[in-house]
């Protein structure tokens, strides 16, 4: 069975320091990787993914993931965080073999000036 | 262009009433999904729509959950004899299906259903 796990419901941090949200994942064939962002009153937007070729994937307002097999995480990273970062991420997961996704419980990131 | 639209925005209803959720994607999107999120909680995957077919309704929690796309568009999510256990922001997402089909999904601003 496939599964996502974002083991912080919420992380800190100073402004201008790196900034990491971690995520885990399980699935039987080869994983399809997702993160999205959801800032307050908005609705999810995609940030970046993982399908297949470089580990290190780039996205969307500076974000970047490392995607690592042997430890099946995900994690997104930021060189310096913004405030205008904070907002709930989701990270989620497709099975090749199937259509369905599945999203991690999300993580509260909360950028602090 | 259009993003994806919802309606309502919100919807209140008493326990036992059906609801009738709408979702219209982007133009051309042919992949559709169907998603819940219940307060504090991640997205439950509900139904996955390619064109008019739904090959997947593994999510659907129960026989009074009951979806339909047609013309390879606006697509309906009916709720029959709601209960309170359903309060939640269902939201829609859409994605052009390509042959590889792992595109990224547009998300909808999400339908609030609260059942008195």
């Known amino acids: 069975a496939q599964s996502v796990a974002q083991p912080e419901d919420q992380v800190n941090v100073a402004e201008g320091n790196p900034l990491t949200v971690k995520c885990t994942y399980s699935v039987s064939g080869n994983p399809y990787l997702f993160w999205y962002v959801q800032y307050p009153n908005r609705g999810l937007q995609f940030l970046l993914k993982?399908?297949?070729?470089?580990?290190l994937v780039k996205g969307s307002y500076g974000f970047e993931a490392e995607f690592n097999k042997s430890q099946t995480s995900f994690h997104l990273k930021k060189p310096s965080a913004l405030v205008s970062d904070s907002a709930l991420y989701f990270c989620?997961?497709?099975?090749?073999?199937?259509?369905?996704?599945?999203f991690g419980t999300g993580t509260r990131l909360k950028v602090l000036a | 262009g259009a993003g994806v639209s919802q309606s309502p925005s919100n919807k209140v209803t008493e326990k036992g009433k059906d609801v009738e959720l709408r979702c219209d994607p982007i133009s051309g999107h042919t992949a559709l999904y169907w998603y819940r999120q219940r307060l504090g909680q991640g997205l439950e995957f509900l139904i996955y729509?390619?064109?008019?077919?739904?090959?997947?309704k593994s999510g659907l929690p129960s026989d009074r959950f009951s979806a339909e796309r047609t013309g390879e568009s606006v697509s309906t999510l009916t709720i029959q004899r709601t209960q309170q256990e359903d309060s939640a922001v269902y939201l829609c997402a859409s994605s052009y299906a390509g042959t590889a089909h792992y595109n990224e999904q547009f998300f909808g601003p999400g339908t609030r259903l609260t059942v008195l």
């Open positions: 729509f390619q064109g008019n077919s739904a090959p997947d």
């Open positions: 989620a997961v497709r099975d090749s073999g199937t259509y369905k996704y599945i």
């Open positions: 993982y399908i297949t070729g470089d580990n």
